[in-house]
């Protein structure tokens, strides 16, 4: 069974400019979830998604935004960018049991120049 | 007061040691918890989730949930330079379907 798949890998963008990462989620699993995790911060919940409507958001700007698909793939998008954005992106999904036992995604990790 | 700490450590521990990591939370409703092994450079790996009071075995893994007392721990035993990694606390509050982290805890096994 394929784990969650996030695109890209690796991003380099400038400042103001904006960014779209993808989230595959594990087969049969319909919540996604995003995290940043920065060395200052740690790890930072972003928002999560549930047939295609966001059920849960975290303490971010608007500029952070996300939808997910019919399919439950999901997209975030970062406009706007900031220094402060560069960051490891993390995706996890679950199968929205009450337990909500969430899978990462490898990551992707954006840098902002 | 952060809604889940760890301390952050380093915890240097001896090859075929005990490692003891803990972690206590704030949110009296939350129901489950959970640890992550992640190391330097890739994504958080799950390793335990316990529900329950007590204690829950996977092999070299006991994890130990006290609710009333709010802290859940994690045991790692014969430890191995393999296990030298930061361990992630993660509580699903009341809230929600959210996940709340602490900062980790690193481990450095020494052989």
């Known amino acids: 069974k394929a784990g969650v798949t996030q695109t890209p890998r690796y991003l380099i963008k400038t400042r103001g400019q904006q960014v779209t990462l993808s989230c595959s989620p594990i087969s049969g699993h319909r919540s996604v979830s995003w995290y940043q995790q920065t060395p200052g911060q740690g790890l930072q919940f972003l928002f999560e998604y549930f047939s295609e409507t966001q059920r849960n958001k975290g303490n971010f700007p608007g500029r952070f935004s996300g939808r997910q698909f019919s399919n439950s793939r999901s997209e975030m998008n970062v406009s706007t960018l900031e220094l402060g954005d560069s960051a490891l992106y993390l995706c996890a999904s679950s199968l929205d049991t009450a337990k909500n036992i969430q899978y990462f995604g490898a990551g992707t990790r954006l840098s902002v120049l | 007061q952060k809604e889940v700490e760890q301390n952050s450590g380093p915890l240097s521990v001896p090859e075929g040691a005990i490692a003891s990591l803990n972690c206590t939370y704030s949110?009296?409703?939350?129901?489950?918890f959970f640890w992550y092994r992640q190391y330097s450079g890739k994504s958080p790996e799950l390793i335990m989730f316990i529900y329950s009071n007590g204690d829950k075995e996977d092999g070299r893994f006991t994890a130990q949930l006290n609710k009333a007392s709010q802290y859940v721990s994690l045991l790692i035993r014969d430890s191995q330079p393999s296990d030298s990694a930061t361990y992630l606390c993660a509580v699903n509050t009341a809230a929600g379907n959210k996940l709340t982290f602490g900062g980790g805890t690193r481990v450095l096994v020494k052989p």
């Open positions: 949110d009296r409703g939350s129901q489950s």
